[in-house]
């Protein structure tokens, strides 16, 4: 039998290393965007407005009953738009065939970006903000090829595009709107750096145990574990560094080598 357990975490991401606030499982029967509402209003009840503010999100929580709920928290909302929006997403792609908005040039990269201030929402009966975003990323790529029996290796240019649409509710008033942009795509954050770290690492996907009250309460242990080591990481090791600093996931391995080496010395 294989057993299957779901959970959504909020983390926040506005700081120098992403910490999770909270995490809940979703019960029988209930959906992801369900299971993180309920996860916001226990968050809001239990710590207030100190660390929300703006929330950020995938494609899926740009439902109308999931929005109503957030503004009635009073957050500020940003969630990436998709297919699974026809109407909205449509409306973006028909009124961003023009020439962008801006340009903003980085270090072997390129951003343009569309500001459509307000776009209608049928669904929600409503109007929403959305930004469009075209990266182009310029790239130098390794060719080998073969003259006269020698391996030959050289570098040519290459450019690679991936094209975003994020709804908000922010009002950016004389802010660029590249920073719907930019804070939208924080929440990358959560996938690369908490749950990479925490599935790879910290074996999330490997419980060990399928009695219902030990795995939240492992759950429970492994993401604190990892929170507090996180902030050691960041508050003692990594600012009193001398020079080259290892890798959290390095310093997590030193630590838990330790305590497998007194461990064993006690047995």
């Avoid at 560094?241 to 010395?265: D, Q, S, V």
């Amino acid at each position: 039998m294989q057993y299957y357990h779901r959970i959504v975490v909020v983390a926040v991401v506005s700081t120098s290393f992403p910490i999770p606030l909270g995490l809940r499982f979703q019960k029988n029967g209930e959906g992801e965007v369900t299971c993180a509402l309920a996860l916001l209003q226990d968050l809001d009840h239990q710590l207030g407005r100190r660390f929300l503010d703006v929330l950020v999100g995938d494609a899926l929580y740009l439902q109308a009953p999931f929005v109503q709920e957030v503004e009635r928290l009073g957050l500020v909302w940003a969630f990436t738009l998709k297919e699974n929006q026809p109407d909205l997403w449509r409306e973006a792609e028909r009124f961003t065939q023009e020439s962008p908005t801006g340009v903003h040039t980085e270090t072997g990269r390129e951003i343009r970006y569309w500001h459509l201030p307000e776009v209608d929402r049928p669904v929600a009966d409503r109007l929403v903000r959305v930004v469009k975003t075209v990266r182009v990323e310029h790239q130098r790529r390794v060719t080998v090829s073969e003259k006269d029996g020698h391996r030959i290796k050289s570098k040519t240019a290459a450019t690679q595009e991936s094209t975003n649409f994020y709804a908000t509710n922010f009002e950016i008033g004389s802010v660029s709107p590249l920073f719907i942009h930019q804070f939208s795509r924080s929440r990358w954050r959560i996938d690369t750096e908490v749950f990479q770290t925490i599935t790879t690492d910290c074996h999330l996907k490997h419980p060990a145990v399928h009695q219902t009250t030990a795995l939240v309460v492992l759950t429970m242990i492994r993401f604190l574990a990892y929170t507090l080591s996180l902030v050691f990481y960041h508050r003692q090791v990594r600012s009193h560094a001398h020079g080259k600093c290892e890798t959290f996931r390095e310093c997590a391995k030193t630590i838990a080598y330790g305590f497998a080496t007194l461990a064993a010395n006690t047995s």
